[in-house]
C-alpha cells in the first residue's frame, strides 16, 4: 500500500517564475492538504481540498493556488515566486474533512533563487 | 487565535536517559493533539494522537498526556537511543469543522551515544 507521493522531491526556481509540486494521497484517503515548511519552523497550512474543491484555506495569498483530481491526487501552485517561498512544502491526506489522523509525504523541497 | 509553543527549541542528552518535550497552547477548545517526528529534510511522521476526551496515549516507549485546562500536553520518551533524534513537533486541532491544523515550531532532538 503506497503512502502519501509527491513529486518533484527537489526544485530550484527563479524570482518571478511559476511552479507546480504534486501529490498522491494515500490509498482509500479522499482529502488533501497543503503546507509550508521554513527551515526551523512548524509546517503553516496553506489549503485543503476535498471533492475537488478548496474547502479551507490558511493565510497565504492569491499566488498559491491548488487542484484535486477526480481521483484525489492534488497539485500545488505558486505563481510569481519570491525569495520567501522557498521552503519544504509537505501534502498530507486523510479520510474526509475531519482530518482526524493525517499521513504525510516526505515534501518537496523548493529553493527560489 | 491558537498558538501553540514547543520549549525547548533543543535538547540533547545522553542515551538511555528518560526526557519530557513540552507543548503549549493557548485555546483550550482543541478537538484533538497530535505528536509527530520529523528526521532531517524530510516528510512527518505520525506518533501518538490524543483525543479531547483522552488524558493519554501510549505506543512502545512513547508517552503523550494531554492537559485541556492547563493547555499543555507531554512527550515522554523512556530509554532514549540514538535513533530517536529527530524533530518532535506537536500540532492541535479545534472542534469546528474549519478549524485547521496548528503545529508549534518543534523540539530539535540529539541523543549522544
Known amino acids: 500500500d503506497a503512502g502519501v507521493t509527491q513529486s518533484p522531491t527537489h526544485l530550484i526556481k527563479t524570482r518571478g517564475q511559476q511552479v507546480t509540486l504534486r501529490c498522491s494521497p494515500k490509498s482509500g484517503h479522499d482529502t488533501v492538504s497543503w503546507y509550508q515548511q521554513a527551515l526551523g519552523q512548524g509546517p503553516q497550512f496553506i489549503f485543503q481540498?476535498?471533492?475537488?474543491?478548496?474547502?479551507q484555506r490558511g493565510n497565504f495569498p492569491d499566488r498559491f493556488s491548488g487542484h484535486q483530481f477526480p481521483n484525489y491526487s492534488s497539485e500545488l501552485n505558486v505563481n510569481a515566486l519570491l525569495l520567501g517561498d522557498s521552503a519544504l512544502y509537505l501534502c498530507a491526506s486523510s479520510l474526509g474533512q475531519v482530518q482526524e489522523t493525517q499521513y504525510f509525504g516526505p515534501g518537496t523541497r523548493l529553493l527560489v533563487l | 487565535k491558537q498558538e501553540v509553543t514547543q520549549i525547548p527549541a533543543a535538547l540533547s542528552v545522553p542515551e538511555g536517559e528518560n526526557l519530557v518535550l513540552n507543548c503549549s497552547f493557548t485555546?483550550?477548545?482543541?478537538?484533538?493533539l497530535q505528536w509527530f517526528r520529523q528526521d532531517p529534510g524530510k516528510g512527518l511522521t505520525s506518533l501518538l494522537l490524543?483525543?479531547?476526551?483522552?488524558r493519554e496515549q501510549t505506543s512502545g516507549r512513547l508517552n503523550a498526556s494531554l492537559d485541556k485546562s492547563s493547555g499543555r500536553s507531554t512527550l515522554y520518551i523512556a530509554a532514549s537511543q540514538p535513533g530517536d533524534s529527530a524533530t518532535y513537533l506537536c500540532?492541535?486541532?479545534?472542534?469546528?469543522?474549519?478549524?485547521?491544523?496548528?503545529f508549534g515550531s518543534g523540539t530539535r532532538l540529539s541523543i549522544r551515544p
Open positions: 485555546d483550550s477548545a482543541i478537538y484533538n
Open positions: 490524543i483525543q479531547s476526551s483522552q
Open positions: 481540498y476535498y471533492e475537488e474543491e478548496e474547502r
Open positions: 500540532a492541535v486541532k479545534g472542534y469546528s469543522s474549519a478549524s485547521k491544523i496548528i
